[in-house]
């Protein structure tokens, strides 16, 4: 640990606070790779504006950001709409991991209109990202940002981190079908008191609950990528949502509110990232807030999602194939026991520092296994 590293953090971050909150994440808002849009509605820049606007109006107090989210557009439309309510409100961007780290956060500044940010973070590791957290803390002890955080790292990384800087937060995706993050990351964070913030709470807009299909989205748009939106993994979310929308209804609320409510009752989530790109979105996701999740309906979401999700047995004839394989596929098959989840798989091999995983590689070695007959689920 670097000399007086941990013990002075000055004031206590305004995103830290004694129960969970609902953020805003502005990238759906301001920034490309959401599709297009058609003529007057969110994509509008006054439309946009009033988004932002509401959701302040509304109380919400933590706005993340990055220069990558439309090449600025999301920091310049926060720094206009949310100067009425800097005084109040909690402004988090990042630096990427190629980036000068003065002069990324200098012209974020610009873009938001104030002089300094509640939190800096990292947006991604790559060589030479310790150097890079440095010389964030060193913007943090000159005044142009409050605390230092970091995004999309591994369990090993975010230790190492909390080592050589004062880390605030780590930002990582959760929501109720992914849920790397509660192997190594959570129990880290609240160890370390670092604040945890999730973001794609929502699952790219999956969890509301509106495609009923795998939908075919645009070629400008990210979506069209995430494994989730095809295959057998989206056939196996459809099917937990339709099971989750009468526990949804029971409850009085949408599946896309369950869904927010579940992540903010989760120990050790300290900020909720929801997206929005109109104001009636804003509501929808602040729904969430009216009312938490009993821990009989947080059981009883979990139980859907295991029972969605039941992890495979390798047949004996993979196990024998596996034997010529790669590591990494050969440290799947050899888990694959029927009672190791997806996430534990992934987190075991990311514990020996090497390439990381993560679940949904697991899951779509695994699909591809399913249809050479290679796996047993028992669910099947």
């Given amino acids: 640990m670097l000399p007086g590293a941990r013990p002075d953090v000055g004031p206590p971050p305004r995103f830290w606070a004694a129960e969970p909150r609902l953020g805003f994440g502005a990238w759906a808002v301001g920034g490309a790779g959401w599709g297009r849009g058609r003529g007057r509605g969110p994509h509008d820049e006054s439309d946009r504006i009033a988004t932002v606007a509401r959701a302040a109006e509304r109380g919400v107090s933590f706005f993340d950001t990055a220069p990558t989210y439309g090449d600025g557009a999301s920091e310049s439309l926060l720094g206009r709409a949310l100067r009425p309510h800097r005084a109040r409100v909690t402004i988090a961007t990042k630096v990427g991991p190629h980036a000068d780290p003065r002069a ?50 591994t369990h090993l990384q975010l ?33 370390r008191e670092v604040a945890f913030l999730a973001y794609r709470p929502l699952a790219a807009g999956l969890l509301t609950g509106k495609y009923a299909t795998p939908p075919v989205f645009s070629a400008d748009d ?59 979105q804003v509501d929808q996701n602040l729904a969430a807030t009216e009312r938490a999740l009993t821990p009989d309906a947080v059981a009883r979401v979990d139980a859907v999602v295991r029972e969605a999700f039941p992890p495979p047995r390798a047949s004996e004839r993979a196990r024998a194939l596996a034997a010529a394989w790669g590591e990494r596929e050969r440290h799947i098959v050899e888990r694959l026991d029927g009672g190791t989840s997806y996430e534990a798989i992934a987190a075991s091999w ?17 699909d591809q296994l399913t249809e050479q007959g290679l796996v047993i689920s028992d669910a099947e």
């Fill in 350 to 366: 990311t514990d020996r520092g090497q390439q990381p995983m993560i679940a949904a590689q697991v899951k779509v070695f695994c």
């Fill in 104 to 153: 990324s956060l200098e012209a974020s500044l610009r873009r938001l209109q104030t002089d300094y940010v509640d939190l800096v973070q990292l947006h991604e590791t790559a060589d030479g990202w310790e150097r890079q957290l440095e010389q964030l803390d060193a913007l943090r002890q000159a005044g142009k940002a409050r605390a230092v955080g970091l995004c999309n790292a």
């Fill in 159 to 191: 230790a190492r981190a909390n080592e050589l800087v004062p880390l605030a937060a780590y930002q990582g995706p959760y929501n109720l079908f992914d849920r790397d993050a509660e192997q190594r990351a959570l129990p880290l964070c609240r160890e």
């Fill in 222 to 280: 990210h979506r069209r990528g995430i494994y989730w939106f095809k295959g057998r993994e989206f056939g196996r979310r459809r099917a937990a949502l339709d099971r989750l929308e009468p526990l949804a209804r029971h409850l009085g609320m949408s599946l896309g509110a369950l869904a927010l409510a579940w992540a903010l009752a989760r120990p050790g989530v300290a900020v909720v990232l929801a997206g929005a790109r109109s104001a009636a």
